[in-house]
């Protein structure tokens, strides 16, 4: 159902999906970026003894990622700086629409 949504929505918004193969990271390399520091930094060498701490230690990471940590491919920005940064040059764009 949420892919029938999404698919309203984009015609509705006159724009277009693209098909990523599965199994093909060089399709969409921003998120398996992603996957692969989460799992190598995070999931792959940390035993989770219950759900709450796999919740509270995948957070904690999460959060580093995002607004403490720079990265080289936003400028040596944390993804959060560079959010805000996006946001104040393209407010009165977004003001117009």
């Known amino acids: 159902m949420i892919a029938w949504a999404l ?12 098909y990523i193969e599965p199994g093909s990271p060089w399709e ?15 999931l792959a060498i940390t035993e989770f003894w219950n ?20 990265h080289s491919s936003l400028g040596y920005l944390t993804p959060l700086e560079f959010h805000r940064a996006w946001l104040q040059q393209h407010q009165s764009e977004m003001a117009l629409s």
């Not at 698919?7 to 693209?18: H, K």
Request: proline fraction near 4%.
């Open 7 to 18: 698919r309203d929505w984009c015609a509705t918004a006159g724009t277009n999906t693209s």
């Open 28 to 42: 969409n390399p921003f998120v398996e970026s992603y996957n692969a520091r989460m799992r190598d930094e995070i």
């Open 51 to 70: 759900l709450t701490e796999a919740t509270v230690l995948i957070k904690d990471w999460r959060n580093r990622y995002n607004a403490e940590r720079p």
